[in-house]
């Protein structure tokens, strides 16, 4: 069989994804770092330095839904680390269906599969994107028209 034959590599092909979006967000958080540097304060100088709060850190996980709530959702991952994710009106769900901005806590069951985009602010995880496995690992319908829609009260 020729190499133009090929099956392709279905996780490896979700493992670039997944790489060059927290990329992505690793940048983002670089880049606002740098502006807020190099803008300074609002407090003129000499009059006291402000608390710097730290930059917040990007993090990502793979796993199992293994509890969800309107306000929260807990992923386990396959080698056992389990972390209790913040979801919030700017949290993104990514379904088969579509994306929504709000919608996590509902667009999400326990034992469904996931991937997490999150960052973490004052110790604490914030999801900013929950994607479903089947739409995370590029098996989901195209999204080349779709467009985030207001969450579903």
């Known amino acids: 069989m020729g190499s133009k034959h090929r099956r ?6 979700f493992n670039r994804v ?7 967000v690793v940048f983002a958080a670089v880049v606002s ?8 304060s609002s407090i003129p100088y000499g009059q006291g330095t402000p608390d710097a709060a730290p930059a917040p850190q990007p993090v990502s996980q793979q796993g199992t839904v293994v509890a ?3 306000d929260s ?13 913040q979801i919030n009106a700017e ?3 990514i379904t088969a269906e579509g994306s929504r901005i709000g919608s996590a806590g509902s667009a999400f069951g326990v034992n469904d599969e ?6 973490i602010r004052d110790g604490k995880a914030v999801a900013t994107t929950v994607a479903g496995r089947a739409v995370a690992d590029l098996s989901g319908p195209p999204m080349d028209s779709v467009t985030a829609l207001p969450a579903m009260p």
């Open 33 to 40: 770092a740098a502006v807020v540097y190099f803008i300074g």
């Open 8 to 13: 392709q590599d279905r996780d490896g092909q």
């Open 91 to 93: 949290t993104t769900a």
């Open 114 to 119: 996931v991937a997490i985009l999150a960052v």
């Open 73 to 85: 959702l807990t992923a386990r991952s396959s080698d056992g680390f389990a972390r209790t994710y």
């Open 18 to 24: 997944f790489a060059a979006v927290t990329a992505a």
């Open 68 to 70: 969800v709530s309107p």
